[in-house]
T-cell receptor, first 113, second 113 residues
């Protein structure tokens, strides 16, 4: 079956702009998590959605937001971009009922100039 | 092993050698652990997992060892191949909590042919 799909794969924005990233989970997976990956901080948890509800949230400012649709697809949005938001944003899906394997997409690489 | 510094620790081995990648986890309540492999330009992929009621688990060419006393996890790769070159992350989960994994900083494995 198809894996986790993230779009766009690469994008360049300037400071102050906003960006929306999309994630399509594996069919049947109801949980979608988002992570920010940078060389300095590693993999940092942003938030997790399950059945259209934000179930867990990491320690990021309110400029980072997300949502999940009824088909489990998810989007995340970053407003008022800062240089430090340059990172690889990874989406991961799982069945979500218990602790288990996450299936990651290939990520969206955001560069903020 | 893991590092809190900005640069990933690196393990450099020759093809055919055995590799051991270490991870120190922080939460004594963590009871489920996963190793992920991230190749360049891709998202992390599941390798093997282990629950806290075990101290060893074997997969294909990989073995994970868990020492709860000192909160240490290791991944052993037998007969390392060039295709094993990647960044390896351990993740800890407290399954009585949110099921959100906390990732280590990662170790870069370089396999020389």
């Amino acid at each position: 079956k198809a894996g986790v799909t993230q779009t766009p794969r690469y994008l360049i924005k300037t400071r102050g702009q906003q960006v929306t990233l999309s994630c399509s989970p594996i069919s049947g997976h109801r949980s979608v998590s988002w992570y920010q990956q940078t060389p300095g901080q590693g993999l940092q948890f942003l938030f997790e959605y399950f059945s259209e509800t934000q179930r867990n949230k990491g320690n990021f400012p309110g400029r980072f937001s997300g949502r999940q649709f009824s088909n489990s697809r998810s989007e995340m949005n970053v407003s008022t971009l800062e240089l430090g938001d340059s990172a690889l944003y990874l989406c991961a899906s799982s069945r979500g009922q218990a602790a288990g394997e996450l299936f990651f997409g290939e990520g969206s690489r955001l560069t903020v100039l | 092993g893991e590092s809190v510094g900005l640069h990933l620790p690196t393990l450099s081995v020759q093809e055919g050698d055995n590799s051991i990648i270490n991870c120190a986890y922080s939460n004594s309540a963590s009871d489920y652990f996963i190793w992920y492999k991230q190749e360049s330009g891709k998202g992390p992929q599941f390798i093997i997992d282990i629950r806290s009621n075990m101290d060893k688990r074997q997969g294909q060419r990989v073995t994970v060892l868990l020492n709860k006393t000192v909160k240490h996890l290791s991944l052993q790769i037998a007969a390392t191949q060039p295709g094993d070159s990647a960044v390896y992350f351990c993740a800890e989960i407290a399954s009585g909590g949110s099921y959100i994994p906390t990732f280590g900083r990662g170790t870069s494995l370089i396999v020389h042919p």
